[in-house]
């Protein structure tokens, strides 16, 4: 089966299954859609504007046709505990951008580092990255230091880049290569 199918998939990764969006029934895409728009998820989000049902209803309509954007809702032990995303997908180079958010409503113990280890497994063994990046307001303390403690390494700074509520923002970009995430990780 082909990759781009493959990501289109509900997933099992270790102990998670990840669930498309585009096969998520209506009450989980009404709930995912509730997370989004939670203060705590909005507000680290470069659109931190609410999403309107109609917005969000569209959104997961193009990902049906979408060949570089994957959005999976994370479950364990029949418990939602986040959003995992892989975007900006290129199959050529083999690379892609890193996303999470845990349930902001029911807060799981961990649930940013079983998302994230649950994500890097997704993308260096089953969609067989080489690099993967993300990027993070400076000021989101919590994710940086997530993100340190999986392995992601400071690659560069996007000056000023994202505006929220009239003050500009600095956005930390980090990455790992799959050789670095075989040496954090290999023995999970």
């Known amino acids: 089966m082909e990759l781009i199918s493959i990501l289109k998939e509900n997933l099992r990764v270790g102990n998670i299954t990840l669930r498309n969006f585009i096969n998520l029934n209506p009450d989980e895409l009404e709930l995912v859609r509730t997370w989004r728009n939670h203060p705590e998820v909005r507000k680290w989000m470069y659109n931190d504007q609410e999403i309107s049902k109609e917005e969000h209803f569209r959104f997961v309509e193009r990902l049906k046709e979408d060949s570089k954007n994957f959005y999976h809702l ?3 032990d029949n418990a939602y505990i986040g ?19 845990a349930n902001p ?25 080489h690099t993967l990046r993300l990027e993070v307001l400076e000021n989101n303390i919590k994710a940086l230091n997530l993100y340190r403690k999986l392995g992601f390494k400071e690659e560069g700074i996007l000056r000023e880049f994202v505006l929220k509520e009239g003050k500009w923002f600095d956005v930390i970009v980090m990455g790992m290569t799959e050789e670095e995430y075989r040496n954090a990780h290999g023995e999970d």
Do not use: M
């Open 105 to 129: 409503e029911n807060r799981i113990q961990g649930a940013g580092f079983i998302l994230g280890k649950a994500l890097l497994k997704l993308a260096f063994e089953i969609a067989l990255l």
């Open 83 to 101: 959003v995992v995303n892989l975007v900006r997908v290129d199959l050529r180079n083999r690379n892609a951008y890193f996303g999470i958010y």
């Open 74 to 76: 994370a479950v364990k």
